[in-house]
């Protein structure tokens, strides 16, 4: 658990310094609301930097149980050449509650209870509607996929979803 602490504070690192020689990208300061898709969470965004990010996501992962994530997030601004697009990528560490059932060659069906805890990284595009419609909303779609490290190593592809955030000035 040290080390995968030691790790994601060194990327997080990294990106900080990369933050400060691009164009600025930050739509604003902090954000939050809601996300459906994958996990039906409530989400919250804050800017470190002008491109740094860090988001929680705190929600129910489909037909499993309570699940969190914290990632770390750069942002690079007028993608496609749009002004208020903003696309980002990144990474950062879940941690859930998962109630899984499985049948046996006999067919009897029985229900398995863990936490489990792993990595995910998370790619996206983000429009920021505040100048458009002079109300402070911020709308993005994304992929997050990765996989749980505990209590097996287990892929997660399917994870996408999209996220409504009223923007706090």
Known sequence: MKNL???????????????????????????????????????????????????????????????????????????????????????????????????DINGVSKTLSSAYFGLEGIFGFEYNFTQLIDFPLAISIDVRPGFDTYPSLRPIFGATGISIRYIFI
């Open 5 to 103: 602490i030691l790790t994601l504070t060194i990327i997080s690192l990294s990106l900080c310094s990369f933050g400060q020689i691009i164009e600025p990208a930050s739509p604003y300061n902090f954000a939050a609301g809601a996300r459906a898709g994958f996990l039906t969470a409530g989400t919250a965004k804050y800017f470190l930097l002008e491109q740094i990010a860090i988001e929680g996501i705190v929600g129910i992962r489909s037909f499993q149980g309570p699940h969190a994530s914290l990632l770390g997030e750069y942002h690079l601004a007028h993608v496609f050449n749009i002004e208020n697009m903003y696309m980002f990528f990144g990474g950062g560490a879940n941690i859930g509650y998962a109630r899984r059932t499985s049948t």
